[in-house]
């Protein structure tokens, strides 16, 4: 399991996560398939996070939360369409903690995608570490390859 990236595309997931801070940032990466389990960035979309407190999760906002806009995903995808791509996964940031997938995280995510997160610690990119879900939907570690 692995996702390559390269530095300009990792350049824009850390721009947009200080930038965005101290909410959650979010993203789409566009790329290809090497098989089920490996996969190649092409090309990084930031979007706007959208998440709005609703009367079940009161006390948890844009730091702590984040959704993609239907329209953006919806877009995203006619763009992947377009150029042969896919969909290879979604990125986000935590503010001010680690890299490592919340609950929420899991129980939002879907198993054939990517999902890289990056740690933002009092504004500065600390750290990346990319997840994937196995067949029991739980998050394992998914090796960041860097492609120079």
């Known amino acids: 399991m692995s996702i390559e990236i390269n530095s300009p595309q990792l350049k824009i997931i850390y721009s947009h996560a200080e930038a965005i801070y101290p909410e959650e940032c979010c993203g789409i ?4 398939l090497k098989d089920r389990m490996d996969k190649v960035v ?4 930031p979007t706007i996070n959208a998440w709005e407190r609703s009367t079940e999760e009161t006390s948890r906002t844009k730091h702590s939360r984040y959704i993609i806009p ?6 995203a995808q006619k763009r992947a369409e377009n150029l ?3 969909i290879v996964g979604f990125f986000h ?11 929420c995280d899991r129980s939002q995510a879907w198993e ?7 740690s933002v610690i009092q504004g500065k990119v600390k750290s990346i570490a ?3 879900l196995d067949d029991n939907r739980i998050f394992q570690r998914e090796e960041i390859k860097l492609n120079k």
């Open 29 to 32: 990466l566009l790329g290809t």
């Open 130 to 132: 990319s997840w994937i």
């Open 42 to 45: 092409i090309e990084v979309i």
């Open 93 to 103: 940031s935590h503010p001010d903690t680690v890299a490592i997938p919340s609950e």
């Open 112 to 118: 054939i995608y990517s999902y890289p997160i990056v």
């Open 70 to 75: 239907p329209q953006e995903i919806f877009q």
């Open 84 to 86: 042969q791509l896919e």
